[in-house]
């Protein structure tokens, strides 16, 4: 605008020239990034559930319709939904992220397709929500700034943290399903059944020969293993806050985690749920982690002041209570700090 000013009070040939040239490069760039980003279109690959305080990454994949123009210089987007939920979804643990995650795709070829990446760093476990994909664009003068809008609702898991690993000889009366911790060279050699390879797996119990037949990695289950379980309850006293509930549930987690690495059948009891299938695999595992993140870091499970670990069926209780986190042995009531 002070260029075109200039030039039409002092009917100067160089500011007119100027003029026109900022102009152009103004309509270039508006209709050009225009053009480019009608052609673009997003879609997001599946999510893996990250744990608290690891990075988030999202996969998407851009296609470009158009026939002769590509793409160039694509920054993506993706919008979290900070409003509750659904009703239904209401009391579950709603995690967060630092930041919206973002990426940048620098060249979506004509007709082809590009992957692009956003990472955001995650803070708390539960359930995220994704509402859509903004893709912007300002190329090729960064004058005048475009975006597109797809809507993707989706929502992502974010598991409990690996917290630190219960000392088991701190705490009285041992019960001896808990030999899920015990190592696994104490176990028998008379092969019970075979299961996937898991990150920790000692080398002599590979199977092998059915490794190399199958392609995949698995893992001998010995009899003495087979036979062994943990079951793991979390217990929130009235008043709890959500750094000892946080806590609590880290521990839990990690637990299942070592016992599962081990090919011990696991289980968790969290409400006034009172029983828990003891199941090994990895599927069981994730199942359990799951509902370890969805739930609620401040709702108490046992709203009672008279629940005790005495009353809950479990290899080993973990108790968040107003002052911090315990630990107590299956059926008995005699508490242990963690």
């Not at 239904?88 to 940048?104: N, R, Y």
Request: glycine share 10%; hydrophobic share 45%.
């Amino acid at each position: 605008m002070l260029v075109a000013i200039g030039a039409f009070n002092s009917q100067n040939n160089l500011l007119y020239w100027l003029f026109g040239l900022s102009l152009g490069m103004l309509i270039v760039s508006g209709v050009l990034s225009g053009i480019m980003l009608m052609a673009i279109r997003v879609e997001r690959e599946p999510i893996d559930s990250p744990e608290a305080g690891a990075p988030l990454t999202l996969t998407y994949r851009l296609s470009s319709t158009s026939q002769l123009l590509p793409s160039f210089a694509l920054y993506i987007r993706d919008q979290v939904v900070t409003e509750p939920g659904e009703k239904t979804a209401s009391e579950d643990a709603v995690g967060s992220l630092a930041g919206a995650p973002g990426g940048f795709v620098a060249f979506v070829p004509a007709r082809g397709t590009a992957i692009g990446h956003a990472t955001a760093q995650t803070t708390a476990r539960g359930r995220v929500r994704l509402a859509g994909v903004h893709i912007i664009s300002s190329f090729p003068f960064g004058i005048v700034r475009k975006s597109l809008y797809f809507p993707l609702p989706t929502s992502v898991l974010i598991l409990p943290p690996q917290g630190e690993e219960i000392d088991r000889a701190t705490m009285p009366d041992r019960p001896a399903a808990s030999t899920a911790a015990a190592s696994p060279s104490e176990a028998g050699e008379e092969t019970f059944g075979l299961r996937e390879y898991q990150s920790g797996d000692t080398p002599r119990r590979i199977a092998w020969r059915s490794s190399a037949r199958t392609g995949e990695m698995r893992t001998r289950m010995l009899a003495s293993a087979s036979d062994s379980s943990l079951i793991v309850a979390l217990l929130v006293q009235p008043g709890a806050g959500r750094t000892h509930v946080d806590r609590a549930v880290s521990l839990v987690a990690s637990e299942l985690r070592i016992a599962s690495r081990r090919g011990h059948r696991i289980g968790v009891i969290l409400g006034r749920d009172q029983r828990a299938a003891a199941r090994s695999g990895r599927g069981h595992l994730a199942a359990c982690l799951h509902r370890l993140a969805l739930h609620s870091r401040v709702a108490p499970l046992f709203r009672s002041e008279s629940s005790t670990a005495g009353n809950v069926r479990a290899d080993v209780v973990v108790v968040a209570g107003p002052e911090g986190v315990s630990v107590v042995a299956g059926g008995n009531a005699r508490e242990r700090v963690a």
